[in-house]
């Protein structure tokens, strides 16, 4: 699998990114008619139903009785598909574009957009009939037709969620508009408004390009991790409360003002700390959905040494989430699957560049400590696969 540099596929049709951003971008839905003329990046129904048959495959069947859903998690059974004929089914495959690398034409096609707040690409199948209900999703979401029809209904009051419902579906629907989207028509929908899609069409196909935003607690969580690794080793020189030449406390029972102002303001420090901070969202925002596969062991550079002498180079896992942050003195920080590391910027760049770490970029960045370090994190943490020559 390749991260993949396809050519870009226009996406909001004649709208400049601007406008979009200003008027629509986590604000209104939008609708734009013929928006792909060209489809054949779009996987088939058979790619889509061999892949939710696989073991890694994060992947729902979601069965519908009139108002009703059961829902099966993958990975599924191929026999399953033929137990299907006379219902209303879906079939929803998160993370398609590491299955199927050409899929990041999608997201590139959105890079106006920055990529730590691409989520993934799922892709659904249907049987007429078929939907996962009114639901409502934290994501922005750009819902593509790849093939057949499906009639999406959206907007109006959101009702509170349903109890025990993992589609995130609603109580009561009214929906304000409609719309029949045809093969190449887009659906953009921000987060929070309630929406349903039905298909008209045995094997209607919708691609979701989806948007992710983390929220504070795992902000805060991903602070509070790093804060504990930063002063494991270092109780001493932690920064603690203190509260020398206080007041008597009128009220011993209490927690007072001042001492929660005092407490506050340490936090706060924590959150001015701007390599803790980077540290810390940078880790969290480049969690992969559909994480590679960290090595037993770690690798040394020799070994590195020796794979790049034979002709095999590092390839980038399709799945991976690879940011940059400029920092200070041509240094950066490369946050990558949930690791940071401060880097030369140069190496940063050569790095997001391509896919592929080969043998001379391998010599260029040799005499580096910091960079090679990192290139050996990025082998362990999986980010980076082996490829030995000959298997290209
Ligand atoms: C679907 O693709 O069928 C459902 C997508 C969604 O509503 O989020
Ligand atoms: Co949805």
Not at 23 to 33: D, M, T, Y
Not at 268 to 274: F, G, N, Q, R, Y
């Amino acid at each position: 699998m390749t991260h993949g540099k396809e050519n870009p596929i226009p996406m909001i049709g004649s709208m400049q990114p601007g406008v979009f951003l200003r008027e629509h971008w986590q604000r209104a839905p939008l609708l734009v008619r013929g928006a792909i003329g060209d489809l054949a990046v779009m996987p088939g129904v058979a790619d889509v139903l061999e892949i939710a048959c696989e073991d890694a495959a994060d992947a729902r069947l979601v069965l519908r009785q009139g108002e009703e859903h059961q829902m099966e998690s993958g990975p599924l059974a191929p026999a399953r598909w033929n137990q299907l004929d006379e219902t209303c089914w879906t079939i929803l495959v998160q993370s398609m574009e590491v299955w199927m690398p050409q899929l990041q034409a999608l997201r590139q096609s959105l890079g106006f957009l920055p990529f730590w707040r691409f989520d993934d690409i799922m892709v659904s199948v249907s049987s007429a009939g078929g939907g996962v209900g009114a639901h409502v999703d934290q994501y922005d979401v750009f819902l593509i037709q790849a093939a057949g029809r499906r009639r999406w209904r959206w907007g109006g009051p959101v009702g509170s969620l349903r109890p025990n419902t993992a589609l995130r579906q609603v109580e009561g629907f009214y929906p304000t508009e409609e719309a029949v989207l045809e093969a190449g028509d887009l659906l953009y929908l921000p987060p929070g408004v309630v929406h349903e899609g039905t298909a008209l069409d045995d094997g209607a196909m919708t691609v979701s390009v989806g948007f992710r935003a983390p929220g504070l607690s795992d902000l805060m969580s991903a602070l509070a991790d790093v804060a504990a690794e930063r002063w494991q080793d270092d109780s001493e020189g932690e920064p603690r409360f203190g509260d020398a030449g206080r007041t008597p406390a009128t009220d011993s029972n209490a927690i007072e003002a001042e001492d929660l102002a005092a407490l506050k303001e340490l936090m706060k420090a924590a959150l001015d700390d701007d390599a803790l901070f980077l540290r810390a969202v940078g880790g969290q925002v480049s969690l992969p959905r559909f994480a590679p596969e960290p090595l037993d062991q770690p690798v040394a550079t020799d070994e590195l040494d020796a794979l790049f002498g034979r002709g095999g180079w590092l390839e980038r896992w399709a799945g991976s989430r690879l940011f940059q942050c400029a920092g200070e003195e041509n240094r950066a920080t490369l946050c990558f699957d949930g690791v940071s590391a401060e880097v030369p910027s140069a190496f940063v760049t050569a790095v997001l560049s391509s896919d592929r770490i080969d043998a001379a970029a391998w010599r260029t960045w040799r005499s580096e400590p910091s960079a090679v370090a990192v290139v050996l994190a990025m082998v362990e943490t999986g980010t980076y696969g082996v490829v030995e020559t000959g298997e290209d």
